[in-house]
């Protein structure tokens, strides 16, 4: 299924949400059982976040299938800034370096498209599609020599890291694009989106099923959790039905921090949201990994080792 197939299906899902909604209201009306009142600030999307939390409660709506709806909802409240590979994260070749240099990094990497920077690693000149580079080299014999990357790559795309999920997805399918370079407000590079990672934030990544599905994110034997700093808080809820809270943060080291109002030694422990954070692992100020645990689990472990 292509992309743009898949997101007339998410649409056409979302309208069976909105029918399910009004044809349970009138079921309900039509028995003469009371209904709540709306508020009149409530959105429809607020309304069908809370259908879709009732089902889900009482049995109609696996949690699989919420989290889909509830990612669908927020298209249009979520900025790319929450679903970014953050620059410290994004891998990118130096367009000067010599032409085999260029194009072998390109080709052993994992990833089609490839950002090339001059001068400094935050000074994206082009982007390179692994797909263009192979024909490229297919038309001179495979001789690298003849390979000038910025005659194959295209533009950067920047995009404003205040963009929503909902406008930027239409501004890639409008586009025929796939990928972005996101920048804040002084135009300084903070990291790129693809359109693969609007459309994971909806059904989520393809994982083993014994896994815990967010990469960077390890179940110990003990049940524990160790996760890298930078996960996501949204990933991490939705991988383990937690509420974090992710109006402050977007990553687990960046909930640390907001929460101590410090950057914390390694081995300091924390407790809050239920839950039992000890950092392990600290490079310069990044706190780069991270053990979770509830609460009361902790406490009892504590008791029992004393």
């Given at each position: 299924m292509?992309v743009?197939?898949l997101?007339?299906v998410?649409?056409?899902?979302l309208?069976?949400?909105a029918?399910?909604?009004?044809?349970?209201?009138?079921?309900l009306?039509?028995?003469?059982l009371?209904?709540?009142?709306?508020?009149?600030?409530q959105?429809a999307?607020?309304?069908?976040?809370?259908?879709?939390?009732?089902?889900?409660r009482?049995?109609?709506?696996?949690k699989?299938?919420r989290d889909?709806?509830?990612?669908l909802l927020?298209?249009?409240?979520?900025?790319?800034?929450d679903?970014?590979v953050?620059?410290?994260?994004?891998?990118?070749v130096?367009?000067?370096?010599?032409?085999?240099?260029?194009?072998r990094?390109i080709l052993?990497?994992?990833?089609?498209?490839?950002p090339?920077?001059?001068?400094?690693?935050?000074?994206i000149?082009?982007?390179?599609?692994?797909?263009?580079?192979?024909?490229?080299l297919?038309?001179?014999?495979?001789?690298?020599?003849?390979?000038?990357?910025m005659?194959?790559?295209?533009?950067?795309w920047?995009?404003?890291?205040?963009t929503?999920?909902?406008?930027?997805?239409?501004?890639?399918?409008?586009?025929?694009?796939?990928?972005?370079?996101?920048?804040?407000e002084?135009?300084?590079?903070?990291?790129?989106?693809t359109?693969?990672?609007?459309i994971?934030?909806?059904?989520?990544?393809?994982?083993d099923?014994?896994?815990?599905d967010?990469?960077?994110?390890?179940?110990?034997s003990?049940?524990?959790?160790?996760v890298?700093?930078?996960?996501p808080?949204?990933?991490?809820?939705?991988?383990?039905?937690?509420e974090?809270p992710d109006?402050?943060?977007?990553?687990?080291?960046?909930?640390?921090?907001h929460?101590?109002?410090?950057?914390?030694?390694?081995?300091?422990?924390f407790t809050?949201?239920?839950?039992?954070?000890?950092?392990?692992?600290?490079?310069?100020?990044?706190?780069?990994?991270?053990r979770?645990?509830?609460?009361?689990?902790a406490?009892?472990?504590?008791?029992?080792?004393?």
């Open positions: 292509n743009e197939a997101v007339a998410i649409c056409v899902l309208a069976l949400i029918l399910a909604l009004i044809f349970r209201h009138r079921l009306a039509a028995l003469g009371e209904l709540l009142e709306i508020e009149p600030q959105s999307h607020d309304e069908l976040r809370g259908t879709v939390a009732d089902l889900h009482e049995g109609g709506v696996v699989q299938d889909r709806m509830g990612a927020d298209l249009h409240e979520l900025e790319v800034s679903v970014m953050h620059r410290l994260n994004m891998r990118s130096n367009a000067d370096n010599a032409p085999e240099a260029v194009v990094e052993q990497s994992p990833h089609t498209r490839m090339l920077w001059r001068g400094a690693t935050d000074n000149v082009g982007v390179l599609h692994a797909k263009d580079l192979l024909r490229a297919n038309d001179v014999g495979n001789d690298f020599s003849q390979i000038d990357v005659k194959i790559a295209s533009r950067p920047f995009v404003p890291d205040t929503t999920l909902q406008e930027q997805l239409n501004a890639f399918l409008r586009r025929k694009a796939h990928f972005a370079l996101v920048v804040d002084y135009g300084e590079l903070e990291g790129l989106v359109l693969e990672d609007i994971e934030e909806i059904v989520g990544e393809i994982a099923e014994h896994d815990v967010v990469q960077g994110v390890r179940q110990e003990d049940g524990s959790i160790v890298d700093g930078s996960v808080i949204r990933d991490l809820n939705r991988a383990l039905d937690w974090l109006d402050e943060a977007v990553t687990i080291a960046g909930l640390v921090i929460e101590t109002q410090s950057i914390p030694e390694e081995k300091q422990a809050f949201h239920g839950k039992r954070f000890i950092v392990m692992k600290r490079d310069k100020n990044r706190i780069t990994r991270i979770i645990r509830p609460a009361l689990e406490t009892e472990t504590v008791l029992r080792q004393s």
